[in-house]
């Protein structure tokens, strides 16, 4: 990668103000390995990006300060659960970046969330991932892409991966990631039902279950191939035969009302479907754009989702807007 950032310093909007968006991912296959000493599981996992964005917007101002519009706001859809304060890793970006260029962290910024919360779809790691780029482009940092990556790996585990985007195997907790050449276009459609589901949780359910014997253990590096064959060569039906993740059963466990969302997006005409990371949007593969709209206004009607969202990935990761 190059020394400059996506964009540069001084693309700046009106009012001084710096604009970035990150996308959701789905990770189309999800292999979750044994429980590290540290709490986090080794993973073996495919991401897809996908073009359901959230845009955060940096001015300048005294001290830090945040304000959170449009799904999981206080005002939104989404129950509220986005905090507006330092709970958010938006502000812990905000921190970390500064601490890291030696500046004072002085901005304030404002996220306007189309991601639904807690939903499985990585929205507060894109949140994070393009806090970091705009506030790398507002106080000119001139952090490298790499120095942003590193960065983005202590904010969270999949904030490597909203701010590179495309489709990549991420191995670790997660963070550390392969780019892997995507040669075609993949639709979906995002179905998102009910509450948000806790991340910690959804892991300590799939411990649970298999320290029962319910469900085997772990994953190896080879369950990846299958899936990225599929992702290059298509077509929809291999894709849809080579999806998997190890966190849809507990998932299930925890929310059993899921099964009968797979099966809506199944019945609807979907080529495959599963829970997105550790739910609860199911992601339902389209044969295609055409496809994808279909499937979109049938899930509308099935009354099974709160939100249903035609999307296609692989798109790129977070980047400056304008
Ligand atoms: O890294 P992040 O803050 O997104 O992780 C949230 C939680 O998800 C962790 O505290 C851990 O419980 C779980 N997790 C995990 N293994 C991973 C990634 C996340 O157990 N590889």
């Given at each position: 990668m190059s020394n400059a950032t996506a964009g540069g310093p001084g693309r700046l909007a009106g009012n001084g103000a710096v604009v970035a968006r990150a996308p959701a991912k789905i990770n189309v296959h999800l292999g979750v390995g044994p429980l590290r000493a540290d709490g986090f599981h080794e993973l073996h996992t495919v991401f897809l990006a996908v073009s359901l964005f959230d845009?955060?917007?940096?001015?300048?101002?005294?001290?830090?300060?945040?304000?959170?519009?449009?799904?999981?706001?206080?005002?939104?859809?989404?129950?509220?659960?986005?905090?507006?304060?330092?709970?958010?890793?938006?502000?812990?970006?905000?921190?970390?970046?500064?601490?890291?260029?030696?500046?004072?962290?002085?901005?304030?910024?404002?996220?306007?969330?189309?991601?639904?919360?807690?939903?499985?779809?990585?929205?507060?790691?894109?949140?994070?991932?393009?806090?970091?780029?705009?506030?790398?482009?507002?106080?000119?940092?001139?952090?490298?892409?790499?120095?942003?990556?590193?960065?983005?790996?202590?904010?969270?585990?999949?904030?490597?991966?909203?701010?590179?985007?495309?489709?990549?195997?991420?191995?670790?907790?997660?963070?550390?990631?392969?780019?892997?050449?995507?040669?075609?276009?993949?639709?979906?459609?995002?179905?998102?039902?009910?509450?948000?589901?806790?991340?910690?949780?959804?892991?300590?359910?799939l411990d649970a279950l298999r320290a029962a014997g319910t469900l085997p253990d772990g994953t190896d590096a080879a369950s990846t191939e299958p899936v990225i064959a599929a992702l290059n060569a298509g077509p929809p039906a291999a894709l849809a035969a080579a999806l998997d993740n190890d966190l849809q059963a507990p998932a299930l466990r925890l929310r059993p009302e899921l099964r009968r969302a797979l099966r809506a997006a199944t019945d609807a005409g979907a080529g495959g479907a599963l829970v997105s990371g550790s739910g609860p949007t199911v992601a339902a593969l389209a044969e295609d754009e055409d496809g994808a709209v279909r499937l979109a206004a049938e899930l509308a009607g099935a009354g099974v989702f709160r939100t249903v969202r035609a999307v296609h990935g692989p798109v790129p990761g977070a980047r400056l807007v304008g």
């Amino acid at each position: 990668m190059s020394n400059a950032t996506a964009g540069g310093p001084g693309r700046l909007a009106g009012n001084g103000a710096v604009v970035a968006r990150a996308p959701a991912k789905i990770n189309v296959h999800l292999g979750v390995g044994p429980l590290r000493a540290d709490g986090f599981h080794e993973l073996h996992t495919v991401f897809l990006a996908v073009s359901l964005f959230d845009t955060v917007t940096v001015r300048p101002a005294e001290g830090l300060s945040l304000a959170v519009r449009g799904e999981g706001s206080a005002a939104g859809p989404g129950a509220g659960s986005v905090p507006s304060d330092r709970r958010n890793l938006v502000w812990q970006a905000a921190e970390l970046l500064a601490r890291h260029a030696g500046v004072e962290a002085a901005a304030h910024l404002e996220i306007d969330k189309s991601i639904p919360a807690a939903a499985g779809l990585a929205g507060g790691s894109a949140d994070a991932a393009a806090a970091l780029v705009a506030l790398d482009a507002l106080w000119g940092t001139r952090a490298t892409r790499g120095d942003l990556a590193g960065l983005a790996a202590q904010l969270g585990s999949d904030v490597p991966f909203s701010l590179l985007g495309g489709v990549a195997l991420g191995n670790g907790r997660g963070e550390r990631l392969s780019p892997v050449l995507a040669r075609r276009r993949w639709d979906w459609v995002l179905g998102i039902a009910g509450e948000g589901l806790s991340t910690p949780a959804v892991y300590a359910e799939l411990d649970a279950l298999r320290a029962a014997g319910t469900l085997p253990d772990g994953t190896d590096a080879a369950s990846t191939e299958p899936v990225i064959a599929a992702l290059n060569a298509g077509p929809p039906a291999a894709l849809a035969a080579a999806l998997d993740n190890d966190l849809q059963a507990p998932a299930l466990r925890l929310r059993p009302e899921l099964r009968r969302a797979l099966r809506a997006a199944t019945d609807a005409g979907a080529g495959g479907a599963l829970v997105s990371g550790s739910g609860p949007t199911v992601a339902a593969l389209a044969e295609d754009e055409d496809g994808a709209v279909r499937l979109a206004a049938e899930l509308a009607g099935a009354g099974v989702f709160r939100t249903v969202r035609a999307v296609h990935g692989p798109v790129p990761g977070a980047r400056l807007v304008g």
